[in-house]
């Protein structure tokens, strides 16, 4: 196995890393990618402003202001109307191949 380098591109945080999963006991191992992946997944998702709650998939969403977003729990709680509303989309919306027209049979 090769060693990390002493200066890796990431600052420091991949060698961190690397001393942290060699201290695991194999049977932590997933817990600790479980909690790991976790919080990677905090910072890239979306919660409402009010309750701080991730909306499910098919949850109503509503936008106030620039970027405040507003579950559909929360939405009675506001006086004012949201400037828009729409459904939460899996990640995979807009990627999907869809088919315009058959093909003649041959």
Same mark, same amino acid.
């Given at each position: 196995?090769?060693? /990390? *380098?002493?200066?890796?591109? =990431? =600052?420091? @945080? #991949?060698?961190?890393?690397?001393?942290?999963?060699?201290?695991? &006991?194999?049977?932590?191992?997933?817990?600790?990618? $479980? @909690? @790991?992946?976790?919080?990677? $997944?905090? +910072?890239?998702?979306?919660? !409402? #402003?009010? !309750? +701080?709650? #991730?909306?499910? %998939?098919?949850?109503?969403?509503? $936008?106030?202001?620039?970027?405040? %977003?507003? !579950?559909?729990? !929360? @939405?009675?709680?506001?006086?004012?109307?949201?400037?828009? *509303?729409?459904?939460?989309?899996? +990640?995979?919306?807009?990627?999907? &191949?869809?088919?315009?027209?058959?093909? /003649?049979? #041959?």
């Amino acid at each position: 196995m090769p060693e /990390p *380098s002493a200066h890796p591109p =990431g =600052g420091g @945080r #991949a060698l961190r890393t690397l001393r942290r999963a060699q201290s695991i &006991v194999p049977e932590q191992l997933e817990r600790h990618l $479980l @909690r @790991r992946s976790v919080g990677i $997944l905090e +910072g890239v998702r979306t919660s !409402c #402003a009010d !309750c +701080g709650r #991730a909306p499910l %998939i098919g949850e109503w969403v509503h $936008l106030y202001g620039a970027a405040e %977003i507003v !579950c559909e729990l !929360c @939405r009675p709680l506001r006086r004012e109307p949201p400037v828009s *509303s729409e459904p939460v989309r899996h +990640g995979e919306f807009g990627h999907t &191949v869809k088919v315009t027209r058959r093909a /003649p049979n #041959a």
